[in-house]
């Protein structure tokens, strides 16, 4: 077996290695095609960077441009068989260590060991106390932050490691996303691993559900988690879950036609109530939420309470509505208001905003959030005492195109950490509370079950 180059050789590190795991998977189970240069947008040949997250082509130039900024000295062909490309050599490299790795990853691939079952069974203390991060294979942390909530969800947690959804009996195939988030919690919490896991399976999965997701371009954490919690609803409804989640359709939340983990969690109801500025009559209408949207002001600071009294404040509309009293189209005024809460509460702040159809921008304003807070006073009947206590937090650093996402997690003995892909750091609350100008996602669980 040849030994590689000097730069191969320099290059025999975990992470390295691991990297170099993920890119061979990557390029032996999905189409090359999805692979697009950062730069000039060509989708093939393209090699990407073992040292970051760098998809760029051979045909124009672009990984020897990057090659030459960063000093990384390695690439992987992603439209072939996985090989080793050195940019210092200027040809392939067969190195045995590295050799290994490919022979032993495509072994896997085409020969999967049999898998795990009875994810119900309670894990090992040590499994579940283990931290782990994501590894970034190429601007996918806007999945690993998402799935860094699910994780640290209690509702999510408890519901996948009860064999809400057992991927072992799941009839989907390789598309279905909520096989893939079982197999992430098996590996967090029945393992004693704490090295930073690729949810390969589940980036191949999501880019066959949808194709847009696709490539090495950064995507909106938000519209992932939508994305995400959709696929969920529509395994549930295909009758793909298993038996333990229809144990009772009611489930826990106000939406009593699903009973599915994404509703059971985060679905609650809003009320719109339009009012007739000529003779006071009321219209109320009703319809589920996932979600609150709330919009934040440029260059200005702000508390969460102040962009939920905006979102509940009452507002004159400028359009004329027909009023069913009148027998005509009158001036109306709008108000929003929580009908129903849900037992996990996600907030998005609105900090991407369209300011044409080809032009966005971002708000970078600071949004002040607390660790607890009463949501009752922006409730329909205004009742107090419903607290809900902060467990997570999804911040977005940079700009619109070339941003980064990291996030804040409560672990289940209460101590916060930061997560940065693989690097998993101990936190205060303070710190926590301090990234008010790159918040972008908050996740509140109701305080007493």
């Known amino acids: 077996m040849a030994s590689g180059c000097i730069h191969t050789r320099q290059a025999r590190t975990k992470e390295i290695l691991q990297a170099y795991k993920l890119a061979v998977r990557l390029a032996q189970s999905i189409n090359s095609k999805v692979f697009v ?34 000093g990384h000295n390695l690439g992987v062909d992603v439209n072939g068989e996985g090989l080793v490309w050195c940019y210092q050599c200027g040809d392939y490299v067969l190195d045995e260590t590295f050799e290994a790795v490919r022979n032993m990853t495509t072994t896997k691939t085409h020969n999967p060991t049999p898998k795990i079952k009875n994810i ?46 057992d991927r072992n009996q799941c009839k989907a195939g390789d598309s279905c996303l909520a096989c893939c988030v079982d197999e992430i919690f098996e590996e967090f919490f029945k393992s004693s691993s704490v090295q930073g896991f690729g949810p390969t399976n589940m980036l191949i999965a999501s880019w066959k559900a949808n194709r847009q997701l696709a490539g090495a371009s950064e995507q909106d954490a938000h519209e992932f988690f939508q994305f995400i919690l959709d696929e969920f609803h529509k395994a549930y409804n295909s009758g793909i879950l298993s038996k333990v989640d229809k144990l009772d359709k009611r489930g826990s939340t106000p939406d009593l036609s699903c009973g599915c983990v994404s509703h059971r969690t985060f ?39 102040d962009c939920l009294e905006r979102f509940t404040s009452t507002e004159r509309l400028d359009s004329l ?43 970078e304003s600071s949004v002040e959030y607390p660790l607890y807070i009463d949501m009752g006073k922006y409730t329909s009947d205004g009742r107090s005492g419903l607290v809900y206590e902060l467990f997570g937090v999804v911040c977005h650093q940079g700009s619109m195109h070339t941003g980064h996402y990291t996030c804040y997690m409560k672990d289940r003995q209460s101590r916060w950490y930061y997560f940065d892909d693989t690097m998993v750091t101990a936190v205060a609350p303070r710190q926590v509370l301090a990234a008010k100008s790159t918040a972008y996602l908050l996740f509140y669980i109701v305080e007493r079950l």
């Open 267 to 305: 679905c609650g109801e809003l009320e719109s109530r339009i009012q007739c500025q000529e003779c006071g009559n009321i219209t109320n209408t009703v319809d589920p939420m996932m979600d609150l949207s709330l919009e934040i002001k440029k260059r200005s600071s702000a508390t969460l309470e």
């Open 321 to 363: 509505y027909y009023c069913s009293k009148c027998n005509t189209r009158r001036p109306v005024d709008k108000q929003l208001r929580v009908k129903h809460l849900p037992i996990v509460l996600s907030i998005q702040l609105k900090r991407f905003e369209h300011t044409s159809a080809t032009s966005s921008t971002k708000i």
């Open 120 to 165: 119900g069974v309670v894990p090992p203390y040590q499994a579940t106390t283990g931290l782990r991060g994501f590894c970034n294979m190429g601007a996918t942390c806007f999945i690993s932050v998402i799935l860094q909530s699910f994780v640290h969800n209690p509702i999510v947690r408890n519901f996948f490691l009860a064999g809400g959804h």
């Open 37 to 70: 240069c950062i730069n000039c947008h060509e989708v093939s040949p393209v090699r990407v960077c073992l040292e970051c997250a760098f998809v760029g082509c051979t045909a124009h130039g672009s990984e020897h441009s990057h090659e030459n900024e960063t």
